[in-house]
């Protein structure tokens, strides 16, 4: 069971990040303000942080992630703010966060990024050759199987399937999409990234059984050789 | 609290018509007194000139007889000198002896020395009974007598009493006159600032729409015309504010009105849990369109404050488009829209996200409003030197009279009002570009309409 260390010092908050992330599986202990999360920080290890921007005390969130950093401390951090503005997020990134995320949040949003974060050394990314089920992606030679089958893929139809493959069984967000794939980070409004991934079903699914990009609703798909993807608790 | 304009009447020594005022009546009161010493010095110095050359002339005319035929000749000189009709009323001449006793001539008992020898000089004599006072000169002759010639000053003082006197009348008069003149350039000063006053106090007092008066075209006429355009400004601004609050209070009410109801329902039909999972879900997306316009405004007002500038970085203006083109192809074609780019590498300094973030609008528009054209197209060119970056359907257009509300916040054309889109969209393009220092040029054509966005040349 991973674990994960909450610093927030909202109740309200903090009370629905602990449900949430525990529904999802995970092992959670929370802090309320920045002294006492630099000292749990310190006596364990996590696999995951979730971290407010702003903090009541001496240390702030950009404070302690960038004491985190020069003790060497590499623990995935996702940082939580009520700061929604680009800037804020170039900073944060660049105090060496792994993520950012915006309030007032999506539990499947955060839920999903934190999974992202907690996984990030299970999977590698070294692996040339990905597989799930009977679908095979080449890296190298830029080669799709299904069943044997060769599958014809456009450029960015090959990085999306290869992003989902490689979060196999993770629900992937459509703004960690549009990050992932596309490297763009802005709210598109509209349903693009929806018609993307039909296309890329209409490829992957239409004629071969059972399909393997599944639709989570209100939060986003996952590729995986289960069946049926259960509901996502938010 | 606002200073109403009667109360704040300045102090005499704050009140800047007053020092105006006094600075103009000094530098009156001086070239007044340089004009009267020049008046002064032309008129009785040059009459005093007169009187000395004419003096030296008679001196020297006596000193010839003197040499050339002794006392006996001077005297007789002296006799003519007397008697020729010229200035014999003004003219002192006279042969003193070494002991002091006059021997010849019309002068009279002088009062103090007589001056050094060949030196011109004022003095007192008595003359026809009474003490005037007198120009002369006394020159010592061989025998130890001196010779006196001089002018009765009587000419001279009456000249320069009436100068002096009509200096001295003039000087009253132009203190007078600057005092006065001074007392109305304050009032009038006053009179043009107490307008402007009273009309910022009403404006201060909340009447908004109230605007100086300018006459003429003076500098206080374009202060005016200045004030006036800065509350114009304000006075849109404001608009701009109320239209605002409305609008949001309008595009939140339908939303928030829909959760409470959902919200109410699932109450009185909490025993069905599949009910209660659909409404909480449908009363969360109402929530997520809440949280999202809010972040619109945000977004809106966060660029306006033009913080964000410090992120900007050389950039492909073409890859951009060319990547969001590439995002959109899907969506458009499900439309039944082709979507297409042209364009070559065009570097611009900018942010990335936010520029993509507005082409995505961009097209997300055409796709939306230009249904029926059948395809869009996107350009990156180069006009005039200027980067631009053009999206242009083939639909229906935009209404003539709807073209300039189209950035407004919240504006949204009356055949679209069915589609969905809150009317922020094309606000925050506009933020957006300008936060590049570059405009949005929104365009009718025929058929459909375009987008562009120009940048400053690089």
Redesign the interface.
Known sequence: MPNCLVIEDDTETRDYLCSGLRAAGYAVQAETNGEAGNRRLQETRWDVVVLDRMLPGQVDGLGILEQMRARGDGTPVLILSAL????ER?RGLRAGSDDYL?K?F?MSELLARVENLSRRNSWSREATVLQVADLQLDVRTMRVTRQGTTITLQP?EFRLLEYLMRHEGQIVTRTMLLEGV?E?????????ID??IS?LRSKIDKDFSPALIHTV??AGYVLSAAPTYGPVT? | MARSPDSGRPGLRGSIAFRLAVGYGVLLAVSMATLSAIVYFGTVGVFEHSIDNKIMTVETHLADAWFRDGRIGLVREIDAQLHDLIDTDTEVVGLVDAKGRILAGNMGRWFGDLPASRELAFGRMERNGAPVSVRLIATRLEDGSRLVVGRDLIELDAIRTVVERALLISAAVSILLAFFGAQIFRSRLEARIGRIRRTTARIAAGELSSRIVVMGNDEFARLGDDINRMLDRIEALMEGVRHVSNSIAHDLRTPLSRVRSRLDRALQASADPHALVADARLAIEDIDSVISLFDKLLQIAALESGVRAGTFERLDLAAIAHDMTELYEAAAEEQGIALHFTGTPTTIRGDRDLLASALASLIDNAIKYGRNGGKVDVEVATVDGAPALTVRDYGQGVPPEDMDKLTRRFYRVDQSRHLPGNGLGLSIVTAITQLHEGTLALRRLEPGFEASMVFPRA
């Open positions: 929604n503005s680009v800037d170039v915006t007032p999506v960015r596309w763009y980070h802005f709210d598109p409004q509209t349903n693009v018609v993307q296309r609703r209100g938010r």
